[in-house]
């Protein structure tokens, strides 16, 4: 590739820094021109004011044949892509650096609900995590994280994403399914609530994994080891996208390695010794009565 260098843009999320290096014939201002999602993502993302990172991250080439590759360092955009598909690298790229600093995006929620600091695991099925944080909110918890919560090595949530639902999404990231998320609120609540927000750290104390479905009757399971630790790998692995398309005929490259995948085993047993309780229920009213029991028992 012999095209000009138009921009060097440094992205950093907890202090984790990122380089992109774009090249073609045409000028760019930024890389991105909105970072909603990678704060609804990675609950902060901000354009650095000065380059420290010595060598890309991202590269992309503007021109030529469209294609995206990884080398185990920098991942290789060529031709014509929207910004759906760069956002979701930037976010997987992101992660891999906070690894590196010991920082873990978990896809949860977090609340400080009766005395604890709860999280609300998305795990395997993601089913009813932002729903549970909606109903803890409206009886009194303090929300620490949306969509997205940033765990250090000691179980602390040391930032939280602040928006509950995407309500914006750009070309390459449309969902049919993930469409109306206010739906569900209009069912449950009629409006949306309204509920205090907290940017303090918060250790971990509990963690809940939901399962809101009308066809459930209400119970809850203390989970085992094994199951706490496989429910919380695949809120660490969402962030690497490994089951990603970025466009048709182009999937997400492989950027996890055997090391990196021990690595986070070797946290989550200790994260883990933590209480986890699945809960089944037909709404999140229901779901929080029943995660109240813990507390009464």
């Known amino acids: 590739m012999t095209s000009k260098l138009q921009l060097r843009e440094q992205f950093s999320a907890c202090g984790a820094p990122l ?9 760019r201002e930024h890389v991105l ?3 909603t999602f990678l704060n609804y993502r990675l609950a ?10 010595d060598t890309p991250d991202i590269v992309w080439h503007m021109d030529g044949e469209k294609g995206v590759s990884y080398d185990g360092h920098t991942m290789t955009f060529t031709g014509d892509w929207p910004a759906g598909p760069l956002q979701k690298a930037i976010v997987t790229m992101l992660t891999l650096r906070m690894e590196e600093i010991g920082l873990h995006p978990f896809h949860s929620a977090a609340v400080r609900y009766r005395g604890k600091n709860v999280l609300i695991l998305g795990g395997e099925s993601n089913h009813g995590k932002s729903m549970a944080l909606i109903e803890a909110g409206v009886r009194g918890g303090v929300q620490v994280a949306s969509e997205t919560s940033v765990i ?5 949530v040391v930032k939280g994403s602040v928006e509950p639902f995407l309500v914006k999404r750009t070309e390459g990231t449309e969902r049919a399914d993930k469409a109306a998320p206010n739906k569900g609120v ?6 949306m ?7 303090q750290p918060a250790e971990i104390d509990v963690v809940l994994v939901p399962a809101i479905d009308g066809n459930f009757d209400p119970s809850t399971t203390e989970l085992i080891p094994f199951e706490k630790q496989f429910q919380a790998l695949h809120s660490l692995q969402n962030y690497l996208l490994t089951n990603e398309l970025l466009a048709p005929g182009h999937p997400m490259p492989v950027v996890d390695t055997d090391e990196r995948r021990q690595a986070r085993a070797d946290f989550l047993q200790s994260f883990c010794t933590r209480p986890f309780f699945f809960i089944r229920a037909a709404t999140p ?3 929080l009565d029943e995660f109240d029991k813990t507390y009464d028992a």
Do not use: C, H, M, N
């Open 19 to 27: 380089r992109v290096d774009v090249y073609g014939d045409a000028p």
């Open 33 to 35: 021109d909105d970072l």
């Open 44 to 53: 902060e993302v901000v354009i650095s004011p000065d380059i420290t990172v």
């Open 152 to 156: 250090d090595e000691q179980g602390v």
């Open 186 to 191: 209009e069912k449950f609540w009629g409006t």
């Open 193 to 199: 609530p309204r509920w205090e927000i907290t940017d």
């Open 285 to 287: 009213q229901v779901l």
